[in-house]
């Protein structure tokens, strides 16, 4: 075989089925893979894209649930907190300083007010002098502090020391001349009192953080403490400000005033009476008050000694309280009157009963004797006022049961408070019906006014009802708000209670005028005049029980005019010293000197019968 022939059946032989094979393996192959994949692929791509939408689908209603639930969250739950974050931070609140309301008199004499004044601070850290020369120079101008207290004083610390408070203009510009470095001037409202002494029993004084702490000025703290103004402000995007959240009543302005029952004319000729008779008797002190029996209005108020509320930090703080609604003291024979009152209205008593007066009754063991230790012997229910006889008032209250004498008082409500607008007020002190009923001398000491204790205030408003026909009237010294007109725009309302019938108060009253006529009383007699009183002497309790030997308090009540019962005046002197000290000559000529004032200045006309 030639090698061409080989090479060619070799080239034929060796590939061809090799090749073909391969080819059919290969076209086969394909041929499967081409009639096999597309049914495979055909399921994946099918079920792929459902479960992609499904996810998709799934992630986007959560989305959606979720930004729901977050709206709620932001539009409901929280949307106050945010509307008040937000209202914060775009607005400003301006609370602008609000006086105290001013406080006037019956007749509108400014009693309280407040007024721009200066407050002084030093800084001893920013002292380009030493503290010697700085004190040197201010203590003139202040002159109630000496050098020496004023460098005490820049001792304390390095900053902001307040120094003194209510500077005048004077004052102030004096200060401001000396250019001193670390002594500064401050501006501040304080509460000013025109009147001083003269009614700071009654009005008190606010202290240097504006807050009441005696008389009207702590009791009437809501009242006069006006409405407080909030101004809001917003600041836009380019910092400026804006109103926003306006009141409609902005431009009005809060005018009224609390004015107060009290005269000061009367009030002003109460104190000098009251004063000349507590030097003259060296006096512990004394109170006058006069009410106006009809409502309840004090028309004035004096307490002995007293204080200056513009410099209340200069006083001893017993003179802070005002004792004629704090302090308790037996009454003394100013209580005969309602006692007969009482006996009167039991039936027991008719004006002209006569009792006997032997000067002397002993009782469970003690013995009781008239002031003077004589009788008077047989003498009639106002001639037992007229001698204020301790041995008759014994028998006349023994005829009551000593239940129905219990229970007497305490329809009188002696030992319950009166109510009176002024702080501080206490209850009577009337001891348990057990031990009232139980022992003799119970009746027999409370019938002269010993034994049981109340307020003078008190006693004042008891008789009161012996002066308006047996009614129970409030004190009280708020008459109300008024504007610059003096037109009132709010009263309070006040409690009032019978207490005796109308006959009874009528049939005591004239008693009383018997006293002023023709007993202990004359010193208070006033010509032309129909006035009703009674004097009191009663023994000072000590603290732990029975009298003080040398220690007593002198009263006097009166009612006028007899023929037409309006006012009750009562006086007290307490602790007066020297021999010749009584109701009748300590306390009946202070309660003279201020009828008399309250005649001319009430225009009381003269009383028709004499």
């Known amino acids: 075989m030639s090698r061409s022939n080989f090479k060619r059946f070799s080239s034929r032989s060796k590939y061809p089925d090799k090749k073909s094979r391969f080819h059919r393996k290969s076209d086969s192959s394909n041929g499967r893979l081409r009639r096999s994949l597309p049914a495979s692929g055909s399921k994946k791509r099918t079920a792929l894209p459902q479960l992609r939408l499904l996810l998709v689908w799934g992630v986007l209603i959560g989305a959606m649930i979720g930004l729901g639930v977050?709206?709620?969250?932001?539009?409901?739950?929280?949307?106050?907190?945010?509307?008040?974050?937000?209202?914060?931070?775009?607005?400003v609140n301006l609370r602008p300083y609000i006086p105290r309301r001013s406080i006037i008199d019956s007749q509108g004499t400014v009693l309280a007010t407040d007024?721009?004044?200066?407050?002084?601070?030093?800084?001893?850290?920013?002292?380009?002098?030493?503290?010697?020369?700085?004190?040197?120079?201010?203590?003139?101008i202040l002159e109630d502090k000496t050098p020496q207290q004023l460098i005490e004083r820049f001792k304390q610390r390095d900053t902001g020391i307040p120094i003194a408070r209510g500077l005048t203009e004077g004052q102030a510009a004096r200060i401001e001349k000396l250019r001193l470095d670390g002594v500064e001037l401050n501006e501040s409202y304080i509460r000013f009192y025109p009147q001083e002494k003269m009614v700071s029993e009654v009005i008190g004084y606010v202290d240097s953080d504006r807050n009441g702490q005696a008389g009207i000025e702590r009791s009437q703290e809501k009242l006069l403490e006006r409405d407080l103004l909030s101004l809001y402000v917003r600041r836009t995007a380019l910092g400026e400000i804006v109103p926003a959240f306006l009141p409609q009543d902005l431009l009005k302005s809060n005018d009224l005033r609390v004015q107060l029952t009290l005269d000061m004319r009367i009030q002003r000729a109460a104190r000098v009476a009251?004063?000349?008779?507590?030097?003259?008797?060296?006096?512990?002190?004394?109170?006058?008050?006069?009410?106006?029996?009809?409502?309840?209005?004090?028309i004035s108020l004096v307490c002995e000694p007293t204080f200056d509320p513009n410099k209340?930090?200069?006083?001893?703080?017993?003179?802070?309280?005002?004792?004629?609604?704090?302090?308790?003291?037996?009454?003394?024979?100013?209580?005969?009157p309602i006692n007969v009152a009482l006996a009167l209205t039991a039936g027991v008593i008719q004006p002209n009963t006569i009792i006997y007066d032997s000067g002397a009754v002993q009782v469970d063991g003690w013995n009781i004797y008239n002031a003077t230790r004589t009788g008077h012997g047989a003498i009639n229910i106002a001639q037992i006022l007229q001698t204020s006889s301790n041995v008759a008032m014994v028998h006349m209250m023994r005829r009551l049961s000593r239940k129905d004498y219990y229970q007497g008082l305490q329809q009188l409500q002696v030992n319950k408070k009166t109510g009176i607008d002024l702080p501080g007020e206490v209850s009577g002190y009337l001891k348990s019906e057990e031990i009232f009923t139980k022992r003799?001398?119970?009746v027999a000491t409370a019938s002269f006014g010993q034994g049981l204790s109340l307020t003078p205030i008190k006693l004042v408003q008891l008789h009161g009802a012996l002066a308006n026909g047996g009614k129970l009237v409030t004190p009280h010294i708020v008459r109300g708000l008024v504007d610059v007109d003096g037109h009132l725009h709010w009263k309070p309302k006040h409690k009032v209670t019978q207490i005796m019938s109308p006959h009874v108060s009528r049939q005591v009253a004239e008693m009383m005028e018997t006293v002023v006529t023709d007993g202990s009383g004359k010193a208070s007699q006033i010509l032309g005049y129909r006035i009703g009183g009674k004097t009191g002497t009663a023994q000072k309790a000590g603290p732990g029980g029975g009298y003080l030997p040398s220690a007593k308090i002198t009263s006097f009540v009166a009612i006028l005019p007899v023929d037409n019962p309006r006012y009750v005046v009562m006086t007290v002197v307490d602790e007066p010293q020297g021999a010749n000290t009584y109701g009748s000559t300590v306390a009946a000529p202070i309660a003279k000197k201020v009828i008399e004032a309250l005649i001319f200045l009430k225009g009381i006309p003269p009383s028709q019968h004499n």
Request: proline fraction near 4%; charged fraction near 25%; aromatic fraction near 10%.
């Open 115 to 140: 007024r721009l004044a200066h407050i002084l601070y030093v800084h001893p850290i920013q002292f380009k002098i030493t503290k010697e020369e700085i004190a040197a120079k201010l203590s003139p």
């Open 440 to 442: 003799g001398i119970e």
């Open 274 to 298: 009251l004063q000349q008779q507590l030097n003259k008797f060296n006096a512990k002190r004394g109170a006058v008050i006069i009410m106006d029996s009809t409502d309840g209005s004090l």
């Open 70 to 91: 977050k709206l709620y969250q932001l539009q409901i739950v929280q949307a106050p907190e945010l509307q008040k974050k937000a209202r914060s931070q775009q607005t």
């Open 312 to 336: 209340y930090y200069k006083s001893r703080i017993e003179l802070f309280k005002n004792w004629t609604v704090t302090d308790l003291y037996e009454p003394g024979s100013t209580f005969k």
